[in-house]
């Protein structure tokens, strides 16, 4: 690229002034003669066939080979008459549904990350998957284990074995670099009619209301992304990983320009948790807080709205630490700006626990820095989990002890506490009951919950009669059973 300057003489030039210049040894001023007028070039037509023949090919045939298929399949089972799965069905007809097993195929994409086989995909596109295939781009299949699995940030990583073969790998760029504008590619296989490269501009950045996952922080893209692109490279230019392509805006289930992809930043954190065996461990501010508005804007003495305005401070943690206190403003992290708590918990995601950010904070009117020191978010009560058995209105869900770790996984009140439900299993009784992952146990037969033990002491000790009091978002819940 050449770089075009121009001193300030020769900008007055350009504009066709008088300029006076003083000759060395000279008291008086000499006239330069004026500059000719600006004149814009003239568009021609390409002279030779190499200025039309700009191509991304190099770029493609270097990362290519690096993007696999995915393949999952898992048996389910569903019932015969779908009407039967109803517990409107089941509790007023008084008969369990007769079940089928059926094959459920999903079809993804993945990037090689190592070379020794290690392959970064969407956790959704294997999740639940008991037989995984993975098809090179040469037409080679490995049966493939997951290695990490981590629905939080929508990503998981698979091991496939080689034998020694050193395979293609993407390289990961820093997908804090990019910006809107830039062009990049997407490759993958949509609707598994094979690999696929697509080309676009980077629409946005730092989506967050997309729903996709509960680290909600996305790259937005207009190239073209499919179902069967999940789990696909996006790479900038120079043939670097921006990001996994993992979901889409669309009413009819086909691309409409509107594409998002997880960053690199946060892909590069889970493979590490993959790579070192510790799983993915990612810090937290210890703090909740919501996006400043145009009403709180002028009470906070800010000038627009702007920032996340703390809410909540949990004691102890590292925001605590830090002197950040209720009512404080987050402008930004990293230099960064962030706008939402997704924002702010993407930027923290970035880092490693022992890691330090530094945040900007606006209190009262004042704007200051201060450098926040990230932990792990504390497992107190220890963590507990138990599937419930016997036969209760909650058998076969997994429960597990509320604690700010596991209320920070579940996107919950820092503060929650008692027994949430992380699954439930279909065709159980937790499950024809309706309950969901995420409920809150409050009580059982009057008594409250206060951890997964005393839950299940309090289910078997009913007698026959469970009168439950369930939290879903805030909304209390009563269910009550005799059997």
């Known amino acids: ?22 000759a060395p040894g000279s008291a008086a001023p000499q006239r330069l003669p004026a500059a000719a007028p600006l004149r814009m070039p003239v568009p021609q037509a390409p ?8 191509t991304f090919a190099p770029i493609v045939k270097r990362v290519a080979p690096a993007v696999v298929n995915v393949y999952s399949r898992s048996v389910v089972q569903a019932p015969f008459n779908p009407f039967m799965n109803d517990p409107f069905f089941q509790r007023f007809f008084g008969f369990n549904p007769q079940m089928q097993r059926r094959v459920q195929q999903s079809l993804g994409s993945g990037v090689i990350v190592r070379a020794d ?3 970064l995909t969407n956790n959704h596109v294997v999740q639940g998957g008991q037989d995984i295939t993975v098809a090179l781009s040469d037409k080679r299949e490995f049966k493939a284990r997951i290695t990490l699995s981590d629905p939080r940030t929508d990503l998981a990583v698979l091991k496939i074995d080689t034998k020694g073969e050193k395979l293609p790998t993407v390289e990961f760029g820093n997908s804090d670099a990019l910006q809107v504008g830039d062009l990049v590619l997407a490759i993958g296989d949509p609707f598994g009619v094979g690999q696929t490269v697509t080309m676009g501009i980077v629409s946005a950045l730092a989506r967050t209301d997309t729903g996709a996952n509960s680290s909600q922080f996305f790259i937005q893209t207009d190239a073209a992304i499919n179902p069967g692109n999940s789990g696909g490279a996006l790479v900038t230019t ?7 392509n993992t979901a889409i805006v669309s009413p009819s289930g ?10 690199a930043n946060l892909a590069r954190r889970v493979v590490e948790g993959a790579t070192t065996g510790g799983g993915v461990k990612l810090p937290w501010l ?10 709180l804007a002028g009470a906070l003495h800010l000038s627009r709205p702007q920032g996340v305005l703390l809410k909540t401070v949990y004691p102890g943690g590292p925001a605590a630490q830090a002197s950040l206190k209720t009512g404080d403003v987050v402008l930004s992290v990293d230099g960064a700006d ?25 209190r009262d009117g004042k704007i200051w820095e201060t450098s926040v020191k990230l932990a792990l978010p504390p497992e107190n009560p220890q963590r507990e989990s138990a599937v419930i058995g016997g036969r209760n209105p909650l058998t076969g869900a997994r429960v597990e002890n509320l604690s700010p770790a596991v209320a920070l996984d579940l996107q919950m009140n820092l503060f929650a506490k008692g027994v949430v439900i992380r699954s439930v299993s279909p065709n159980t009784f937790s499950g024809n009951y309706g309950f969901q992952p995420g409920d809150v146990v409050r009580s059982v037969n009057g008594q409250a919950v206060v951890n997964v033990g005393q839950l299940k002491k309090l289910l078997d000790g009913a007698g026959g009669h469970w009168d439950l009091v369930i939290d879903r978002g805030g909304q209390r819940l009563s269910l009550t059973v005799d059997g």
């Open 47 to 54: 002279r030779e066939m190499r200025e039309v023949q700009l």
């Open 286 to 295: 210890g703090a909740d807080g919501q996006s400043v508005t145009g009403d």
């Open 338 to 362: 962030v706008d939402d708590m997704q924002a702010i918990n993407y930027r923290v995601a970035t880092h490693r626990p022992g890691e330090t950010a530094r945040l900007k904070i606006s």
């Open 254 to 263: 086909g691309n409409i320009g509107i594409g998002f992809a997880i960053p």
């Open 117 to 119: 086989g290690m392959i």
């Open 238 to 244: 120079d043939g670097k990983l921006a990001g996994i």
């Open 1 to 22: 690229m050449r770089n075009w300057s121009l001193t300030a003489a020769a900008c007055v030039l350009a504009l066709g002034a008088v300029v006076y210049a003083v």
